[in-house]
């Protein structure tokens, strides 16, 4: 007895599979826009952020900016302190006029923003032949957008005041601008046009988060591995690099115009020497602790990252999409270099124009600038979450369409499963304010007063609890100590010499056998036990910080 088949010669059971197939890649482009949604709820769900840059810089920025306090607290936040606070100051404003749960909402549905591209990234690149028939071209660029936000660093930053989602956002965004499909009306727009924008939009996000700059760079190079004349390629990429100058005085122009004339250098505090800045003394404000030690860790880095995660990180983290893509690239360069069908696939055989190669070279550029600026593994979240979409165009280069796109499902399947999101800290939600910083009982009426702030802690989010004629000076901090040619010295020195009120200290309980007596007694002070009074908040790390009277030496 035979099988009952259809008119067309599929049975009903296999007619019956493909139909669940087609309802499911129908549904994928409204899932995928409602991906916002679900990630504002997945953000509640993992717990409110505690995590370092809040406690330290974040919440502080937006505050001192509104209140003017650029000059009056001296280093509060250490170098951070300078940082372009546009991002913060939109933090500042939720924090202090919408509940906490609203605040963890709307950043995690700003994140989840970066899933709408990364799909469209993929519809662009992959070519009907990887992304199946024409009937579902959704289901699998759908599922590389998915598994890339589901990576360790964009889990643990999820919902955070971190930027690192958001700065993804305009590295994606102009992606996706370069990304035309042939025939399409983007394409058809005139040559430099696309550039142009691409550029402008990635140079606004650099301005908001100069730790962009590596993506910033592959963005101007991506029209290097489009097809036509060399020229003309070369015309796009300076088109590109314009409008990304002119994208990065958009969004911080403001705020350079001001670090020139406050420090002489408009990027301060970074490339403080480059610009002859008076403050070079105070250094350049890199944090230089993970890159490689040498030449051989530059080419292999991702081989020793991948299972020495503090190598790149200061929170513990486990995810080998990068260490994933490095050996295919490996791989695919090999084959390349042997074999014409590689190279056929990769020149559009199989893909949407070019567009395969300009990923592969947009990724490979934005590596290499991350690998030389930072290596601090938050910074590389927008390459990170295009490992799977990277792993699909390579696959199928090395293994054809079919293969290549099953190979990809059975390798992010894999990758998802051993993934640990960095774990930055956070708490359970309550209806305390997202910060809630309060001044100890016997302090609240305190006017007038120098605080000095000491221990390398991450306490600046205390500040705008305090009244705000007090002054803070920090002597310590990240990579950073007071010494008696800094010009930040010269300025804390004037304040204090020439203060009549009450000074005071702000320290770490923890810290003080660490540091603090001493930068406070190097300072000319020493700490009066009995006047000390825990300073609290919502978000406070897990040692108290101590608000205490100081006496100076001399008159102990």
């Excluded at 399409?184 to 988060?209: D, E, F, H, T």
């Excluded at 020497?273 to 530059?298: H, K, M, T």
Aim: with cysteine.
């Amino acid at each position: 007895m035979t099988a009952q088949t259809t008119t067309n010669g599929t049975s009903p059971g296999k007619k019956d599979g493909l139909e669940v197939f087609r309802y499911a890649n129908a549904s994928i482009p409204v899932l995928v826009w409602l991906a916002p949604l679900a990630s504002g709820l997945l953000s509640l769900y993992m717990g409110k952020s505690m995590a370092w840059d809040l406690l330290h810089y974040h919440y502080y920025n937006g505050y001192a900016f509104l209140n003017d306090r650029l000059g009056y607290d001296i280093l509060p936040a250490v170098f951070h302190t300078f940082l372009n606070p546009v991002l913060d100051i939109a933090f500042y404003v939720g924090v202090e006029t919408l509940p906490a749960r609203a605040v963890g909402f709307i950043l995690g549905a700003v994140h989840g923003i970066n899933v709408i591209l990364l799909f469209h990234c993929a519809r662009l690149v992959l070519g009907p032949r990887v992304r199946g028939s024409s009937a579902m071209p959704n289901l699998l660029p759908g599922f590389l957008a998915v598994t890339g936000f589901g990576t360790a660093a964009a889990m643990g930053t999820l919902g955070s005041w971190h930027h690192d989602l958001i700065a993804s956002l305009f590295f994606l965004g102009a992606l996706v601008i370069l990304l035309a499909k042939p025939g399409s009306r983007a394409a058809r727009l005139p040559k430099l046009l696309r550039p142009a924008c691409a550029g402008l939009v990635v140079g606004i996000g650099l301005g908001l988060k100069l730790t962009l700059a590596p993506f910033v760079l592959a963005i101007v190079a991506a029209p290097l591995a489009a097809m036509g004349r060399a020229g003309d390629r070369i015309l796009a990429c300076a088109a590109a690099g314009t409008a990304a100058v002119v994208g990065l005085l958009l969004s911080a122009g403001f705020w350079m115009v001001r670090m020139q004339a406050e420090f002489g250098n408009p990027f301060f505090p970074f490339f403080n020497r480059l610009f002859g800045s008076p403050f070079a003394g105070a250094g350049d404000g890199r944090d230089l602790r993970y890159l490689p030690a040498d030449v051989l860790e530059y080419l292999v880095y991702p081989v020793i990252f991948s299972f020495d995660a503090d190598r790149i990180s200061e929170a513990p983290w486990r995810d080998f999409r990068l260490l994933a893509a490095f050996a295919v690239a490996v791989a695919l360069l090999v084959a390349a270099l042997t074999t014409r069908m590689v190279r056929w696939r990769l020149n559009g055989g199989v893909f949407t124009g070019s567009n395969a190669r300009m990923l592969l070279w947009t990724a490979l550029v934005g590596y290499a600038g991350w690998l030389v600026l930072f290596s601090i593994y938050r910074y590389a979240v927008p390459l990170e979450m295009l490992v799977p979409l990277l792993l699909c165009v390579m696959l199928v280069a090395l293994l054809g369409a079919r293969a290549g796109a099953y190979a990809t499902v059975a390798c992010c399947l894999a990758l998802v499963v051993t993934t640990s999101k960095a774990d930055f800290a956070r708490k359970d939600w309550n209806d305390d304010p997202f910060v809630g910083a309060s001044v100890p009982v016997q302090y609240r009426s305190l006017r007038d007063a120098v605080i000095l702030m000491a221990g390398r802690s991450a306490d600046a989010h205390f500040i705008p609890a305090f009244d705000p004629s007090n002054r803070f000076i920090r002597l310590d901090g990240f990579d950073y100590a007071y010494r008696a040619d800094d010009p930040f010295t010269r300025q804390a020195a004037a304040v204090v010499s020439g203060h009549e009120g009450p000074v005071f200290g702000m320290f770490r309980r923890d810290r003080r056998g660490q540091g603090v007596e001493e930068a406070f007694r190097s300072f000319g002070f020493a700490i009066e036990d009995d006047s000390c009074a825990k300073v609290e908040s919502t978000v406070r790390p897990p040692e108290p910080t101590f608000l205490c009277r100081l006496s100076p030496l001399g008159r102990r």
